[in-house]
């Protein structure tokens, strides 16, 4: 499918200066919000700086199972050689594993967890779809860190996301500290859109993932955002959960902690906002990256 008008211009020869979101944030009218888990003073809060933070949302024994399979992972040789998933630069430690909802049915089935789902349609005002899932590794001493960035710039532009009606949900598989490289957040940069310069190479995916050069807001930007925002880091025990607006700047350092930090993150997009063809003009990306195939709602389980 293609987009007649591209609203959001990203990965151009100059720069741009940044410019007002367009779309809601909250897309829920009344009666949905009223019907939802979240309270209006949460709804108020993602609204006002993009994310919502949730210490201990889901209980120890529920977190043990998925541990034990995310370190029978570490092990795949296998799964290491999928093209889904993403060794360090270098090295032979996992950084990421894309599409995992495919790869477990443990992983599926937490994707349709009746408590999430329920957040993310009153958050996003429909019935939704996995866009993206994965899987982030920082091993203690090695992880390296994930550059500031938008994830709806390269949805946009690499995936052809059209509007920004998507969230992520990251849920903490492993303790997040101060030191072993917890997930940052700018609140209220997902009021801003911070379009980027360069052109997007063919299968620029092989190396953003490992390491992002292209779609990376420029330093005047970030500052301007950060001196408005300031900085977070939402922290916590396994279990706990982040759910982020898809346009809100992230970024995390590395792990410089004996401690690992691993992090699952379910992306949820409304089926009101398909994929068209990329607005950087290159081939889509590959499914583990972008789903196009499946639309279909996702439906709770017990």
């Known amino acids: 499918m293609k987009e007649t008008q591209d609203l959001f211009p990203t990965r151009l020869e100059r720069k741009l200066g940044m410019f007002e979101r367009i779309d809601p ?7 949905q919000r009223a019907r939802g888990p979240l309270s209006e003073a949460q709804l108020d809060e993602f609204d006002r700086k993009g994310f ?5 949302f889901f209980g120890q024994e529920e977190m043990d199972a998925f541990l034990q399979e995310l370190r029978d992972y570490e092990d795949d040789e296998d799964l290491k050689l999928s093209e889904g998933t993403i060794l360090e630069p270098g090295k032979q430690e996992i950084r990421s594993v894309f599409g995992i909802h495919e790869v477990s049915e443990h992983f599926s089935r937490l994707t349709r967890d009746p ?3 329920a957040m993310v349609q009153q958050i996003l005002g429909s019935e939704v779809y996995i866009h993206q899932s994965r ?6 001493f090695k992880g390296k860190g994930f550059d ?3 994830d709806f710039e390269t949805w946009h532009s690499e995936d052809g996301m059209p509007r920004m009606r998507s969230l992520s949900c990251s849920i903490i598989l492993t303790d997040n500290g101060e ?5 940052m957040l700018i609140p209220g940069s997902h009021r801003q859109f911070v379009p980027c ?4 190479p063919e299968d620029n995916y092989k190396e953003s993932l490992k390491s992002q050069e292209i779609g990376v807001p420029d330093e005047a930007s970030l500052r301007d955002l950060m001196v408005e925002g300031d900085i977070e880091a939402p922290k916590g025990p396994a279990g706990s959960l982040v759910m982020f607006e898809c346009n809100t700047m992230h970024g995390s350092n590395i792990n410089m902690s004996c401690w690992p930090r691993s992090n699952l993150f379910f992306v949820y997009n409304s089926v009101e906002n398909t994929l068209h063809d990329p ?5 889509p990306r590959p499914e583990f990256l972008a789903n196009r195939k499946d639309w279909r709602p996702l439906t709770p389980v017990e």
Request: proline share 5%; net charge positive; charged share 20%.
């Open 25 to 31: 944030v909250v897309h829920s009218d009344d009666k």
């Open 52 to 56: 919502l933070s949730f210490d201990g």
């Open 115 to 117: 408590r999430l789902l």
């Open 135 to 140: 899987i982030n590794y920082k091993p203690g």
């Open 148 to 150: 500031w960035h938008s």
């Open 179 to 183: 030191f072993n490289g917890p997930l």
């Open 197 to 200: 310069v360069g052109r997007t």
């Open 279 to 283: 607005y950087c003009g290159n081939r």
